[in-house]
């Protein structure tokens, strides 16, 4: 059986065993010798160089070398090569990995108990000569140890675990399991999932396939039957009743038993204090709707719940939010045309809700520098351009960030409006019957999202009889929407922190039939709201979602292109120091602005040294996740396993690293011991020969 070594580099070692033997050999007497006077009258002691040269106990030498060589052996780590017994305890040496589902689908029932024993139960089956991690994973995947055989270390990571607010993602756990067990030297691979095994959570797998060899146990945390009631989602009205705002609470909930569940409790709760108590009944696999009283908001921000009686999963049992007052966009239509012109877009902005439009209409001519004081949006709807203070402070409100629509029609003139509008408006041009039509619309513009997706809403369909031709306009000016001869219909300019809309064509029925299409009214919500830079401040927000907490209150992952300029805008401006206390205590630090929501409820962000809370960020789960099918374990064990499994696990069963071979046979051991009794022999043989020549000296 041939002989290997893990650190052959030691052999050089030996070469150490030739030094002695070398200078001994090498030793001469001086053949002049120098007289010193002061050395006369001293005896001459003769120099026994022969000797020196000779080696006068061959068996002591050699026994003191075979110690230093076996020393030296030993350092070098040599093993045995050869076949392994199939049956070796070193043969199946199995690197294992545990993956342990921790969405909050386990926290049902006594689900995460089993997840648990079922654990342990992985851990004592882990053999001195395995290794094993465990992970834990949801939408996200941790290992919280390094491989060990340690039951003790094993159990220890289990301790305080529990369900978490995220949902099933099988891909992120397995690619970690694969990451790990590709580097694995054991010979045998194993990965047991603990899941419940989530149809809403299987991707197909992400296109992970395990290492050769490796055996996927997959163990099954189900429930023949579930019942479930969660609080899916809340509709929010708002009205302003005699200068106060009221709201009105909406709450869907969804029953996903196969028996219908009757006298549901469903509680509104504002700031700790139970509003409100109804019931109601929801069918086998149904929605049911509860509508509460509605109630008035006070000042500032307030908390928020509605939530049904606590059943078998409690995660979705409640669903939080944070309502505001004032969630209103303040317009001022500066009209130069009559009641007509002005009749059907205050109608529109009177009857929008998300947002709210606080709509004051004046004669431009009536316009003042004050009346810009507390509005995000003016509408100059076809009238001359403002001069004097007037025209400066409508300057001023744009720079400052707010909102600028020109309406073009037969009154106005610009010529005055100086950067806000550097540009040549030309004289009316007709357009015969029946007129014309956007021939151009940029639809990746946020101005005309809300017309992106199909069934949203035809802008061709509008025809416009009359529009005044723009020219002459710089860089800074885009171009939105054309006519379908090529003219400009809807311009855009950013002047400081604000923007200029510009209508070429009425906001009336005199120009074109534009108001009386179905798409007129989301425009003028849409025109109004993208030119106020009006950001929805969501009332709650999903677990793992990232906002932007230091600016408005937007998702910065979304694609929406409003969402990401707010959250492109938080990122440039300077952030405060903030600190989050997430719901379970814990202290965030957000020196960016950007909080990922990581867990269920409110998250309170301050200003470290300040006791008041600076915003408060309801969270709630995925309600996907409240969708307790299973799927069958097979279907991911077949779509992980390798390919070629069966080859793959025979030849890797005879595949043991030179490590754990060494460390098995464990030869440097014995090596050490002999060496020990050779000097121990070598020392006391020294001795008897060092008293034998003393004695006959």
Do not use: C
């Not at 030996?14 to 010193?36: D, S």
């Not at 010529?415 to 007129?435: H, K, Q, W, Y």
């Not at 802008?459 to 171009?479: K, Q």
């Amino acid at each position: 059986m041939p002989l290997a070594f893990l650190a052959p580099l030691f052999l050089g070692a030996l070469a150490a065993l030739a030094v002695p033997i070398i200078v001994h050999l090498i030793q001469r007497e001086r053949k002049e010798a120098q007289a010193f006077p002061s050395l006369m009258f001293l005896s001459q002691v003769p120099y026994k160089s022969t000797r020196r040269r000779n080696i006068r106990n061959v068996a002591l030498f050699l026994l003191r070398s075979a110690a230093l060589a076996l020393i030296v052996l030993a350092f070098a780590r040599p093993w045995f090569e050869g076949e392994l017994d199939a049956s070796s305890p070193l043969a199946n040496a199995t690197e294992k990995v545990i993956l342990v589902d921790r969405s909050y689908s386990m926290g049902y029932s006594d689900r995460w108990d089993r997840a648990l024993a079922a654990a342990n139960g992985a851990i004592d089956g882990v053999g001195p000569e395995d290794v094993a991690t465990i992970v834990f994973f949801d939408g996200g995947a941790m290992a919280l140890n390094q491989a060990t055989s340690d039951h003790a270390r094993l159990r220890a990571t289990l301790v305080g675990v529990q369900p978490g607010s995220g949902v099933t993602r099988y891909g992120p756990g397995l690619k970690l399991a694969q990451s790990i067990l590709d580097t694995s030297d054991k010979p045998r691979r194993q990965v047991i999932v603990i899941s419940d095994f989530q149809r809403a959570g299987w991707d197909g797998g992400d296109g992970v396939r395990m290492p050769a060899g490796t055996e996927v146990t997959p163990v099954a945390i189900t429930d023949e039957q579930t019942a479930n009631i969660a609080v899916a989602g809340v509709t929010l009205r708002r009205e302003d009743i005699s200068g106060r705002e009221r709201v009105t609470a909406i709450a869907r909930l969804i029953n996903t038993a196969v028996d219908p569940v009757a006298d549901v409790r469903v509680t509104l709760e504002l700031n700790g204090r139970d509003l409100e108590t109804m019931a109601t009944d929801i069918g086998a696999g149904d929605a049911a709707t509860v509508t509460f009283a509605p109630f008035t908001l006070a000042d500032g921000s307030q908390r928020g719940s509605i939530r049904v009686e606590t059943d078998a999963l409690p995660a979705d049992d409640a669903f939080r939010l944070v309502l505001s007052p004032g969630q209103a966009v303040d317009v001022l239509v500066a009209d130069g045309g009559g009641q007509r012109s002005t009749l059907y877009l205050e109608r529109a902005l009177g009857i929008g809700d998300q947002p709210r439009y606080r709509t004051t209409t004046k004669p431009a001519g009536n316009v003042r520098a004050a009346d810009f004081e507390g509005q995000e949006v003016v509408i100059w709807n076809d009238a001359a351009f403002p001069g004097g203070a007037t025209g400066a402070a409508l300057g001023e409100f744009v720079r400052a960030g707010g909102g600028l629509i020109l309406v073009l029609g037969p009154r106005g003139s610009w010529e005055s409006a100086g950067e806000l509008f550097p540009a040549t408006v030309g004289r009316v041009v007709d357009r015969d019957d029946p007129g014309g039509a956007f021939g151009f619309i940029d639809y990746g513009h946020a101005m005309f999202e809300v017309f992106r997706a199909p069934r949203s809403g035809d802008l061709s369909a509008a025809r416009f009889f009359r529009y005044r031709p723009v020219t002459g306009t710089d860089a800074a000016t885009e171009v939105l929407a054309r006519f379908d001869d090529g003219a400009p219909a809807i311009l855009e300019r950013r002047v400081g922190a604000g923007r200029v809309v510009v209508m070429t064509s009425t906001l009336d029925n005199y120009w074109s039939d534009l108001p009386v299409q179905p798409v007129f009214l989301p425009m003028v919500h849409q025109l109004t709201r993208y030119s106020a830079g009006w950001v929805e401040p969501s009332p709650w927000f999903t677990v793992g979602q990232v906002v932007n907490v230091a600016g408005p209150a937007a998702i910065v992952t979304s694609t929406a292109p409003e969402s990401a300029e707010a959250g492109a805008a938080a990122t440039a401006a300077p952030v405060p120091d903030l600190v989050a206390i997430a719901p379970g205590g814990d202290r965030i630090k957000v020196p960016t602005g950007l909080l990922s929501l990581e867990e269920s409820g409110f998250y309170e962000v301050r200003t470290p040294g300040s006791p008041e809370v600076g915003r408060v960020v309801a969270v709630n789960v995925d309600l996907n996740e409240s969708d307790l099918v299973s799927m069958d374990a097979q279907e991911l064990v077949a779509a992980v396993r390798p390919r070629g499994d069966a080859a793959g696990r025979a030849a890797d069963a005879s595949r043991v690293s030179p490590v754990d071979r060494e460390r098995r046979q464990a030869v440097w051991w014995y090596l050490l011991i002999v060496a020990f009794v050779f000097l121990a022999v070598e020392t006391v043989w020294a001795n008897r020969i060092s008293r034998r020549r003393t004695a006959a000296g």
